[in-house]
């Protein structure tokens, strides 16, 4: 009796577990509906730090929370370790790499990864930050950089090694701009002894007229500022022609500049994920120009209204006319948005479109330094970081982590030391001299 | 003038930033010396907690100082981040993947890696712990293991993944073992649907007659029963005649079974870094049957006394016949020892030989359990447990990690939850069920 009331309970199956697809689960604890809850990787990512996990101030494990852990307590809730790699909507199941799974209501989270804007082969030399692998990549990229320069004895190739290039300057490439810029000024102050850290070159290339564009002016202004203080050179209105090995070629009006360097971090150019071509394919949703999955008003896709997509997947526009940010905040709230409207559904109740409260925008740039555009209050500088702070120790999924966090976040704000500095991952030698 | 009196320094080079390097290089910030440390890794890692990075209780950065910090403000030496190929003792050089280095005295503090007694393909299936990568590999090893059996229907299958077997019952293997249970029993009880994580089996494989068979008897008995409690099954007497893709084959007396399992930790067999054969080779140095070069009862090879041998790579047997065991300790105080003997040679003053002062052995087993030998006292259990985490605490050499290591055994300790239990890596999927 009992386990045939659980079979027919109402299949609930999310795809990621990202802000959007954890959201979802946690806010489905009660609900009379079983959820299984389908990642490729075995934790939850706090994706806006990533960039410390790249700069050697946090480690992987202080921004990743195991999925199983955190929904341990919901009964109701599966936790599956798998890749979905087709979606079959008229079957209503997931096809997985090793096996599938049927669904009654289907919320697709998979997000977003970056692009290059069809110049694949930049990939290699300019490798971008979305996942845990990304960031022990590149901080061994950023550290292994200064050992080259230690070991070079050619000045030009010795500046090659000196000399790190940022593309983009949107939230992600000004954090690791401004963290950069504390590398070589703070950090490593006395850790070598032929070359002078303080001497790198930090270039943060931006194809648009100013700095964390989203941004109110006023904030990109601040932003510049600081970022100049900790040594970054900012090159607005500046589009990369092209990435090769050892140089970036950049275009600014009429002048092309080709830049000797060895570091490129790619911070530029989004592009939705793949699940989104196989809903256009299966279930006939629009995709946008970066392949988002156009959506109606409640969050599902036309004609298929036991599909929801949210987060970097969706473009939902109906509101401003323009889709929503990348950010957690859209995604953290149409997850809770698509959990209720499922219970509603189940109880039979009128659903109200999704509406989404901008809580606003916050970057961090350096120590003691951010932006905040709150909507009703824009703050720059020491109240803006704080604020930053606040918020960022607040989302951390797990209260342990929220600790290690504040306390080396103390660590680095009084010693600015970064104790996570290793270079790990297949052996570095012989360097690239 | 300066810079011809810093040209006339004497040169120390030291291969290898363990315990032994790493203390050597300390010892030497005030002598009239100039040092240069090579390693290959950019961090010294603290190796007896290398086991609680493996099963998912502390980051890799938490127990890896990087080398230029901690000797930042050692205005007489050097780091080098480069790989050591071969020693010209002729012509007093190192030789480098890339590049050279002239020395007026050496330190070779190399250590030791696992060996598998011929059967080196058997490293494919259990592999052992020695630096960061494999302690990362063997996590993913082990949290893969669960996911797989979650997933899996077949029983004997399912039966095959849930079975972990750690090969060596020293320290290494028993601390493995003990963590092993932990995590079975406390960590993952409520976080899987499918399968139960303490029905796991866990086996500690080893050839002699008791575990920790370094230890005196009574400890060992200790040590088996705290093991017990912690769902270990031990099988003593027991060698490894064969491992292949999911079976090992072991003998007890006339008896041979074959276990179907998944997971094969090792923690047996220890074999010198090449290095030492390099010595042999290049300078007539003699090498005993594990390939650690036999020292002078100053820590010098014969014919040599401007090479010194220390660590793990060397083998001592002047004080009690038998050559140091291969641990911290040991390293620490032969460090000491050569830069001092380097400072008194400078200044033409008697000479003596090496003297070792065991302070003790200490090992642990799972939570506030160990076992301490200090030679006038026997301790086990949490008494044991207090003495090992005051010391293990005490040597990690960065005070930040201190702290980050105390608080996260402090959260294991009250919630017996293990934090950094990610799957990094190479993407698992789809999983080899």
Redesign the interface.
């Known amino acids: 009796m009992g386990s045939s009331k659980v079979a027919d309970k109402h299949r609930v199956v999310i795809i990621g577990g990202g802000f959007g697809g954890l959201s979802a689960a946690k806010r489905l604890k009660h609900a009379p509906v079983q959820v299984t809850l389908i990642d490729?990787?075995?934790?939850h990512l706090f994706q806006p730090l990533l960039y410390q996990v790249a700069t050697g101030a946090l480690?992987?494990?202080?921004i990743?929370?195991?999925l199983?852990?955190v929904l341990?307590?919901h009964r109701n809730t599966?936790v599956?370790?798998?890749?979905a790699t087709r979606i079959d909507a008229a079957g209503r199941r997931v096809i997985?790499?090793?096996?599938e799974i049927p669904y009654d209501t289907l919320i697709v989270a998979t997000g977003a990864s970056h692009q290059y804007f069809g110049h694949d082969a930049w990939e290699k030399f300019a490798p971008g930050l979305k996942t845990?692998?990304d960031a022990?990549d590149m901080r061994r990229r950023i550290?292994?950089a200064f050992?080259a320069a230690e070991?070079e004895r050619d000045p030009a190739k010795c500046a090659a090694w000196m000399t790190f290039i940022v593309v983009g300057a949107g939230p992600t490439g000004v954090e690791l701009a401004g963290a950069l810029g504390e590398i070589a000024h703070d950090t490593?102050k006395?850790?070598?002894?032929n070359i002078n850290p303080s001497q790198a070159s930090i270039l943060l290339v931006e194809a648009a007229d100013r700095v964390l564009p989203p941004y109110p002016p006023p904030l990109s202004a601040a932003a510049r500022k600081m970022l100049a203080r900790l040594g970054v050179t900012i090159r607005t209105g500046a589009t990369v022609m092209n990435i090769e090995d050892g140089a970036v070629t950049i275009r600014e009006g009429e002048r092309t500049e080709t830049i000797p360097t060895r570091t490129i971090l790619w911070a530029a150019g989004v592009l939705a994920s793949p699940l989104g071509r196989m809903l256009a394919q299966e279930a006939g949703a629009t995709l946008d120009r970066v392949g988002r999955v156009v959506v109606e008003p409640d969050l599902t896709i036309p004609g298929h209204p036991e599909i929801f997509v949210i987060g970097d997947l969706s473009n939902f526009s109906h509101q401003t006319g323009k889709p929503l940010p990348g950010v957690a905040q859209p995604a953290i709230q149409a997850g809770r948005y698509v959990a209720k409207t499922i219970e509603r559904r189940l109880r039979v109740e009128k659903i109200e479109p999704f509406h989404y409260v901008d809580k606003g925008n916050l970057a961090t740039i350096g120590r003691a330094a951010a932006v905040a555009d709150l909507g009703w209050l824009r703050l720059s500088g020491l109240a803006a970081w704080m604020i930053w702070l606040f918020v960022h120790l607040l989302y951390i999924v797990?209260f342990?982590?929220r600790?290690?966090v504040l306390?080396?976040w103390a660590?680095l704000y009084f010693?600015r030391?970064r104790?996570?500095?290793?270079?790990?991952?297949k052996?570095?030698?012989?360097?690239d001299?």
């Not at 052996?427 to 360097?431: R, Y």
Request: charged letters at 20%; glycine letters at 4%.
């Open positions: 490729r990787c075995n934790y480690s992987p494990a202080n990743a929370a195991p199983r852990n341990k307590n599966k599956l370790l798998a890749e997985l790499s090793d096996g845990v692998e022990t550290l292994l050992e070991r490593l006395h850790d070598f002894r797990q342990q982590n600790l290690l306390m080396q660590w010693t030391d104790s996570a500095r290793l270079i790990t991952g052996n570095p030698l012989p360097l001299l």
